[in-house]
C-alpha cells in the first residue's frame, strides 16, 4: 500500500513541477527517485532487527 501511495504521490509532484515550468524529463526522475526510495525501503523492512519474526522450537531443519 505504501508503495502505491509513493507511486501516486510522486505522479502529482511530476505534475506539479512540470505545471511550473521545470522540465519533465528532471520532474519525472523526481518521482523516480521517490518510488526507488520506497521500493528499497518495501524490500529492506524484513530484515531489520525489529522486524525479524522469532523461530518456533523445532521449525529449523538440522542435518542428523
Known amino acids: 500500500m505504501g508503495l502505491l501511495l509513493t507511486t501516486i504521490a510522486g505522479l502529482v509532484v511530476w505534475i506539479v513541477l512540470?505545471?511550473?515550468d521545470v522540465k519533465?524529463?528532471?520532474a519525472f526522475l523526481i518521482t523516480l527517485a521517490m518510488i526507488l526510495v520506497a521500493a528499497t525501503a518495501r524490500i529492506?523492512?524484513?530484515f531489520?532487527?525489529?522486524n525479524r519474526r522469532?523461530?518456533?522450537p523445532?521449525?529449523?531443519?538440522?542435518?542428523?
Do not use: N, V
Not at 523445532?58 to 542428523?64: D, K, L, M, S, V
Open 24 to 26: 519533465s524529463f528532471d
Open 18 to 20: 512540470w505545471a511550473i
Open 54 to 56: 522469532e523461530e518456533q
Open 44 to 46: 529492506i523492512s524484513p
Open 58 to 64: 523445532g521449525t529449523r531443519w538440522t542435518p542428523r
Open 48 to 50: 531489520l532487527p525489529g
